[in-house]
């Protein structure tokens, strides 16, 4: 990072003290943001141990009982639940969670499939991605700002009906605009995010730009739909952006690499005897919340690791193809997502986190191959979904903490700007259309100024969700005619 620190600059795809967002753990279980849990009951009111120790949930059982990785798919939330309390239920190592009651936002009707079980798909282009040669302006100004890096005319990919066309790496994304699933967003960001990395990205997973905010915007909504189990399988982070995921009362699961995403043992250990060590740890409860959390969090994690091993097509250390994003691709963990959507888990939200877009120099060759990887992995989770029957369930967003300077730098690169751009598809997507603009007449200080506020794309995603919104979102936002019905 070179830029200073400065405040302004279809086919169909369908207690204790808080812990600031850009300090939670970064794998596993993403604890509430607030670890003060209740308390546990007295010795006497926990439900004695059975007299036959129940079995505990390995792999091999997981596995067992769903008929094997093709039967996974079948096996509902509700199966997956009952075997991990079967582990620790007489333990009375189940923590009681609180449901947030929020106003409900009134919301049209008209989208596809029921409301619970639509899914969110939010894929984060981390570093800070070049909008202007992603989402390509017409305007002349473009080229003659870039005189290395413009996208020539004859490559870009058309978008029917705008000004504007794609990179050619993004070529495999022209149907689902054709198709009239995909609209961009030009211009997009939020005021007083800033050009540093850390904050930018603080503000654009809390959602709350100039304030501090303990939470996600994600796991606001998530606290405020919560209803029975504290599910953390039904938010699911891989690779990055699981702090949009961070609630006051729900449980999320980051997992940074799927194929490494294991209990890892020393070779020739008794696998099973180690979960069960684990599992066994797992109660009774203790009084301290901070054990009591940990204690919380470990069938949690046996199961997660069970459910991952199902769709990562391993259940050994293999990693995949080496690369910047340890080993994984977009195209890579999107295939993981598509596993976690076709076993009907419960899952409700999915980012995936790739980075490598903050390309101060040499940026042309790197920044086509990151967006070829986005376009290809898209292309084919989308292909996926629609063979699998999920493809009207499915509402993909990207985002990325902030655009680029219009001139590129004397290291054929571009540095840290303002606005930036976004790309929503979905069945209900009111596509063929490019929302905002980049207004490069009036530029901020040699920036793309924000004239779309993101928190607009958010809230058409959180609507097509079933809401609330508004009140997640911290007032009315303009949905800008994102969504069709």
Not at 12 to 32: C, I, Y
Not at 144 to 150: D, E, K
Not at 167 to 195: E, K, N
């Amino acid at each position: 990072m070179t830029d200073n620190d400065t405040s302004d600059p279809r086919p169909r795809p369908t207690s204790p003290p808080k812990t600031p967002l850009s300090d939670m753990p970064l794998d596993g279980p993403l604890p509430p943001s607030r670890p003060d849990m209740p308390p546990a009951p007295p010795a006497s009111a926990q439900t004695p141990p059975s007299s036959t120790p129940k079995s505990p949930l390995s792999r091999r059982k997981f596995i067992g009982a769903a008929g094997g990785v093709a039967g996974a798919a079948i096996l509902g939330g509700g199966a997956l639940a009952a075997l991990v309390r079967e582990s620790v239920e007489t333990s009375g190592a189940l923590v009681p969670t609180t449901t947030v009651a929020l106003p409900t936002t009134t919301l049209a009707s008209g989208f596809g499939g029921p409301a619970n079980q639509r899914i969110l798909v939010v894929l984060e282009m981390a570093g800070g991605n070049d909008a202007l040669n992603t989402l390509v302006s017409s305007d002349g100004r473009y080229r003659s700002s870039r005189p290395q890096l413009a996208i020539a005319e004859n490559e870009l990919v058309t978008l029917a009906g705008t000004d504007f066309g794609l990179h050619p790496s993004l070529a495999p994304l022209a149907p689902y605009w054709d198709a009239g699933t995909m609209a961009a967003i030009a211009g997009s960001g939020m005021d007083d995010q800033s050009r540093s990395h850390f904050k930018a990205m603080d503000t654009w997973w809390s959602g709350v730009p100039g304030a501090s905010s303990q939470t996600g915007w994600l796991g606001r909504w998530l606290d405020a739909t919560l209803e029975g189990e504290n599910d953390p399988l039904r938010a699911i982070a891989f690779g990055g952006g699981s702090r949009a995921l961070v609630g006051k009362d729900t449980l999320a699961t980051v997992v940074r690499s799927p194929a490494n995403f294991t209990l890892r043992t020393m070779d020739g250990s008794d696998n099973d005897a180690l979960v069960a060590a684990f599992l066994a740890t797992a109660g009774p409860l203790s009084a301290s919340n901070e054990l009591a959390a940990a204690q919380y969090a470990i069938p949690s994690t046996i199961s997660a690791v069970d459910i991952l091993a199902s769709v990562s097509g391993s259940d050994d250390n293999d990693a995949l193809p080496a690369g910047p994003n340890n080993g994984n691709t977009a195209a890579s963990l999107l295939q993981t997502a598509a596993g976690i959507i076709d076993l009907g888990i419960g899952t409700r939200v999915i980012t995936v986190g790739i980075s490598g877009f903050d390309t101060h120099a040499n940026q042309a060759d790197p920044h086509a191959n990151l967006l070829a990887d986005i376009g290809n992995g898209l292309a084919a989770f989308f292909e996926r979904l629609e063979a699998d029957g999920h493809g009207d369930n499915v509402m993909v967003m990207t985002t990325s903490e902030f655009g680029r300077r219009v001139v590129e730098n004397g290291s054929g690169g571009t540095d840290h700007g303002s606005g930036g751009c976004q790309f929503l598809f979905g069945p209900d997507v009111s596509g063929g259309q490019v929302v905002g603009d980049y207004d490069l007449d009036n530029l901020r200080q040699g920036d793309i100024p924000i004239v779309v506020d993101t928190r607009s794309v958010y809230a058409a995603a959180l609507d097509w969700m079933g809401g609330p919104t508004d009140e997640i979102l911290g007032g009315a936002h303009d949905r800008l005619g994102l969504l069709s019905a």
